[in-house]
């Protein structure tokens, strides 16, 4: 096939993609694997290639991208369309053209008539894994008679060289010439509704389920967003539809009048169809029984397009992919479906699958001995057990609940974690052999078998996506800067939490007013500046909003030299913590190092590194900590911002004249929580019956109010608490509430883009925001 222009997709498989795309050879995948698939052919990328050599358009389309200045929208706009209009107007080779008559008759043969056919765009790009091509190139739909078939060729051709296609790989610094492109044809089936599915739960990578959404007509209208689709859950095991929602379905793509080129239109639904599913209860398991095939073709979460087609109610797949989210962690098990013997359950804080011999730790001074890939079994942990954590292949604490530090430091780090295990230290044995499901919470007895998909770093998979744009600013909360480079990838906007506690924690170790003491001072500064500039360079020109530090006395105690320093107190989580440290005459000193280290930091040049006071109690103690701030060099303006973390109910109460004095609140949900139903975040007992939700009315009277004062005020609102990372609705109803920025763990911000996504999306049709 390495010469050929064109082959059948029923020959095609993945080891073509360089010839056929991504696209097309997954279309030969889904034939083998034995669904229906439309009839039709490639255009490999030798045809493209042809092309550009043999009428000398490379040299040509070379000479004009060099005059382009990517940065301004008119000579991307002007170059593009010259470079276009030169390949629309070049003749296809000879072989070519009789190849794709031959080809087209003989699908006008199979179907009775000249055939109606979706001209779609495959491209390949397989020496530039970071890159994403997806949505920058052309297809059409209903395109019918030979000569608008050879006139789509050359503008799916062409639109390799749209404006925002040119203006991508000039960004990423990509060779205009190194994205070949091919073509599928295949004959159009006329669709009655359209739509997409998920071998899994796209949202919380649930694998016992299908997740599937449609809506009327083709499903161009669906997959850019522009209606509401149905959505129908069915369990894989007995093949139940467990939920359904049918959607006020507004607009629908269909036929345009005219049958050439790009001739689909977008139609308003009729009155009697806007209600009603454009599914069936029967098509629902009819496609979930395809979508099986699919993944047991694949061995892996597939991402799925389908049609039914009108009048025969034919069912055919159009497009798959792996599902790249929650896939990259595990694919199905070969003993799936075998029931391991559980030995423990707890609360799920961390997604994964862990195994490895247990390791019972009861205090850090016992840590020394602890081996890479064991399983950390310990009481509960606090932010000096971060080294251990990150040489664990899973995480299991007895007390906490789901914001507990273990919880929250595990899925920045990506181990899965069970927290809340009543008995773990002692019902397990040292040595013993056993694996945690970090999303359920089981522990079990044994290496339970789970395939890991290895193939692909985080990074590059993460990079090689495209994802939805939001109105909302979508943040990630990190604390742990060497975690920079796997989560680079991630569609992030900026950090809107970095935590300072663990660099001060594991790049220092030593409490700072030991240091100041010694006359070490460079010791503390020098271990913040180096975490923080590492993540701030990384990421420039996206902000990055560090936390001043907010250990409580016990944490600070456990740093070397810190019981000189400390006190012991009964109830730190309400004790000297936060802005009551920084006022302090005894802490004063260290939190001038605090403040010395971002200015230091600012001065190199990363003038993206903003500031955040947390668990500010009153006016007058913010006051003075800018005071301080200001002494130290750090002066309110247009590019330091400084926001307070509103976890405190006194800020809520008094919140326009909390917003007098910074840019912006950061809402703490965790804190906020407790302190306003009076619940110890960390009470797996309380969490267990159902005190500790975030969701509760009080809390949410509370964050919208808050939301209102910001919007009075004219600052800005985020939130970084754990909350949306871990309750999608709850993400959901913060869009409706019209907050700014949503802060989430690394683990948590493609699931959150997409619900936040989705959900200004229903806003916006239903006209409510």
Sequence with gaps: ME????????????????????????????????????????????????LLETHALKEEIANILSSID???????????????????????????????RREYKKLASEVGAEPEVAVRSSATAEDLPSASFAGQMDSFLFVRGIENVLYSIRRVFSSLFSARAIAYRTEKGFDHFSVQISIGVQRMVTPESAGVMFTLNPVDGNLDVIYIEGAWGAGESLVQGRVEPDSFTVRKSDLTIVKSHVATKNMMTVRGDKHQGDSSVEVPVPDNMKHVPSLTDAQVLELAKHALKVEQHYQKPMDIEWVVEKDTGEIFLVQARPETVHSLSKTLSPTQGQEPELLLKGIGASPGIGKGSVNIIKSIKEAGGFQDRQILVTEMTTPDWVPVMKKSSAIVTESGGITAHAAIVSRELGIPCVVGARGATTLLEAGQEITVDGSTGHLYKGLVEIIEDKKTGQGEV???????????????????????????????DGIGLMRIEFLIAESVGEHPLALIEEGRESVFIRGIIDGISKVARTIYPRPVVVRF???????????????????????????????????????????????????????????????????????????????????????????????????????????????DHCDGFSIGSNDLTQLILGVDRDSEILADLGYFDERDPAVLAAIRKLISAA????????????????????????????????????????RTRRIVASAERRLLLSGSR
């Design 3 to 50: 010469q050929a222009l064109l082959a059948d997709l029923r020959v095609v498989r993945l080891k073509d993609a360089s010839l056929v795309g991504g696209k097309n050879a997954n279309l030969g995948e889904l034939i083998e694997a034995g669904v229906s698939v439309p009839e039709g052919f490639a255009i490999t990328t030798m045809a493209y290639s042809r």
């Design 70 to 100: 990517s940065s301004n929208i008119q000579s991307l706009q002007t170059g593009s369309a010259d470079i276009r209009e030169r390949i629309e107007t070049t003749e296809l080779s000879q072989d070519l053209i009789e190849g794709v």
């Design 462 to 492: 993460y990079e090689s996506q495209s994802w939805p744009i939001t109105g909302t600013t979508i943040y990630m909360n990190l604390g742990q800067p060497d975690m920079m480079d796997a989560y680079k990838g991630l569609p992030f």
């Design 549 to 659: 530090s907010d250990f409580k006395t016990n944490e600070y105690r456990s740093l070397k030299g810190g019981e000189k320093y400390e006190v012991a107190e009964s109830n730190p989580m309400l004790g000297w913590r936060g802005i009551s440290r920084y006022v302090s005459g005894k802490y004063e000193p260290a939190f001038r190092l605090e403040c010395k280290a971002i200015k230091s930091i600012r001065d190199s040049g990363l003038n993206n590194v903003w500031v955040m006071l947390p668990f500010a109690r009153t006016i007058w103690e913010v006051e003075r900590a800018l005071e301080i701030m200001s002494e130290e060099g750090l002066e309110r303006g247009s590019d330091l911002k400084i926001w307070l973390m509103a976890e405190v109910p006194s800020i809520v109460l008094l919140a326009e004249e909390f917003a």
């Design 711 to 750: 919007r009075t005020k004219g600052i800005t609102i985020s939130i970084c608490g754990q909350a949306p990372s871990i309750h999608p609705d709850f993400a959901e109803l913060l869009v409706k509430e019209g907050i700014d920025s949503i802060s989430v763990n690394p683990d948590a911000v493609i």
